[in-house]
């Protein structure tokens, strides 16, 4: 099966400005960062797509990934509605990096964490 809920590891190594779509000019932290997603089909392409540095920058995630180095993903089986649940347990455990970040389509305060390399 090749569907569920994923998060991206995305290491920056240096603190920068990244324009995000709508999201405008933010600040990113040197550091590691917790993508919470999902794909319901063709996920093991999504991942695929989050370490690529060449595309068309679609999603919010895509505008960091061209930046950060994946350094790997954890996968869960489960539908969409557990991405939602897996921001919330990351949001227990990091900082909130964006809010709004990757989740324009649910209620949740962001998707994306952050942590001083080092720190986790």
């Given at each position: 099966m090749d569907s569920g809920v994923y998060?991206?590891?995305f290491r920056l190594d240096k603190?920068?400005?990244?324009k995000v779509g709508s999201l405008g000019?933010?600040?990113f932290q040197k550091?590691?960062?917790?993508?919470?997603?999902?794909?319901?089909k063709n996920l093991s392409a999504r991942l695929a797509r989050h370490a690529?540095?060449?595309k068309v920058?679609?999603?919010h995630i895509d505008y960091?990934?061209?930046q950060?180095?994946?350094l790997g993903a954890i996968v869960i089986q489960g539908g969409r509605e557990r991405e939602c649940e897996l921001a919330g347990e990351l949001g227990r455990m990091y900082e909130l990096a964006v809010p709004g970040f990757g989740s324009s389509d649910c209620c949740c305060q962001g998707h994306l964490f952050y942590a001083q390399e080092g720190s986790w």
């Amino acid at each position: 099966m090749d569907s569920g809920v994923y998060i991206a590891i995305f290491r920056l190594d240096k603190t920068c400005y990244i324009k995000v779509g709508s999201l405008g000019r933010l600040a990113f932290q040197k550091g590691l960062y917790f993508y919470a997603g999902s794909a319901q089909k063709n996920l093991s392409a999504r991942l695929a797509r989050h370490a690529r540095q060449d595309k068309v920058l679609r999603w919010h995630i895509d505008y960091l990934s061209v930046q950060a180095e994946l350094l790997g993903a954890i996968v869960i089986q489960g539908g969409r509605e557990r991405e939602c649940e897996l921001a919330g347990e990351l949001g227990r455990m990091y900082e909130l990096a964006v809010p709004g970040f990757g989740s324009s389509d649910c209620c949740c305060q962001g998707h994306l964490f952050y942590a001083q390399e080092g720190s986790w």
